[in-house]
């Protein structure tokens, strides 16, 4: 029974506005869900076509797969037989010597850190027995510093007090020729414990540069080189490395700025690649709600549409009662 827009006003009053906006909130979550729906099929649909590009690029690459070269190490006879083979067997000799040679050279780095290693413990140690026998010889050189004769013997008008100078004397003299002969050895000593130092350093850069040419050899590169010392002082300055220390930095901090570089790269990528998605998730809440074609609408998608078309001529007439009354169900 269709009821008057009067009937309405003195029955709901002001309440009318209160039940208008909760009623039009929840036909909007009825929208959204319906659109959640849609939007879940086309994105299977949207899988699955994916999926079928895959296969197909798969088969495409599968069909335009190139031959595989000979090892370079091999003889001309040698590559001649393996062009002769399949291709599968092509395929699984040349992976098998790339695993050799990366093994044989892992192996090779290995004993070379490892030689390099022994050899700056024994320069320690050599060094440590120099700085041990320095501080021997200037205990000793400090227990027999020479004393110098006294003079006055020579105005007393002795005789035997002239003897005991000259006693003195020589015994002042082979003391100061052992204090020098002492202080050559203190020396030669420090110099050799100095020698054995600056080799062990000169080694470790040396197996320093080893590690670095075989983990990062761009690093070492004349044209990616520059390139990538500018970025690496870049993201050292943003963890908080100053210039002087960039300037010593070993291959241990250098390897570790360039995987932070690593990261920095792929959380930009990640970000990047997020904000995408979500530019296009916004967009797709924008469209208009689809249906598929030659699907029938659920019940409650009829009552929605039903719902939205009484609404619009709510709006656009207030006082349609019989608008009012099919909006609210009635």
Not at 56 to 77: C, I, L, R, Y
Not at 80 to 102: C, G, K, S, W, Y
Not at 111 to 121: G, I, K, L, W, Y
Not at 211 to 227: I, V
């Amino acid at each position: 029974m269709p009821v008057d827009s009067s009937t309405l006003e003195s029955v709901l009053g002001p309440e009318l506005d209160a039940i208008l906006g909760p009623e039009e909130e929840q036909e909007e979550q009825e929208q959204q869900e319906d659109g959640d729906e849609i939007d879940l099929s086309e994105a299977e649909e949207g899988d699955e076509a994916a999926e079928d590009d895959a296969e197909q690029g798969d088969d495409e690459e599968e069909a335009e797969t190139p031959a595989v070269e000979a090892p370079h190490s091999w003889s001309k006879e040698d590559k001649a037989l393996f062009a002769q083979l399949p291709p599968e067997a092509q395929a699984v000799i040349q992976r098998r010597e790339t695993e050799r040679d990366n093994f044989v050279k892992q192996k090779a780095f290995e004993a070379s850190q490892t030689r390099n290693q022994v050899a700056t413990e024994a320069r320690d140690i050599i060094a440590k027995l120099h700085d041990d026998h320095v501080q021997k010889l200037t205990i000793y050189a400090q227990q027999i510093m020479p004393q110098a004769p006294d003079e006055r013997l020579l105005y007393t008008g002795n005789q035997e007090d002239v003897t005991l100078y000259n006693r003195q004397m020589a015994a002042y003299q082979r003391s100061a020729d052992q204090q020098r002969e002492l202080h050559q050895q203190i020396a030669q000593s420090q110099a050799a414990a100095q020698s054995a130092r600056e080799q062990s350093q000169q080694a470790e850069r040396a197996s320093d540069a080893q590690r670095l040419q075989e983990q990062l050899p761009e690093w070492f590169d004349p044209s990616s080189g520059p390139k990538l010392r500018e970025q690496l002082q870049s993201i050292g300055a943003e963890l908080g490395y100053p210039d002087e220390l960039m300037a010593e930095a070993s291959s241990t901090d250098i390897l570790a700025l360039k995987k932070a570089l690593e990261w920095k790269a792929d959380a930009e990528k990640y970000r990047k690649a997020m904000a995408k998605q979500m530019e296009t998730v916004r967009a797709a809440k924008g469209l208009p709600k689809m249906v598929r074609p030659g699907t029938k609408p659920s019940k409650q998608q009829l009552n929605a549409a039903n719902s939205q078309k009484a609404w619009d001529r709510v709006k656009s007439n207030p006082k349609d009662g019989t608008a009012i009354a099919d909006w609210l169900g009635l």
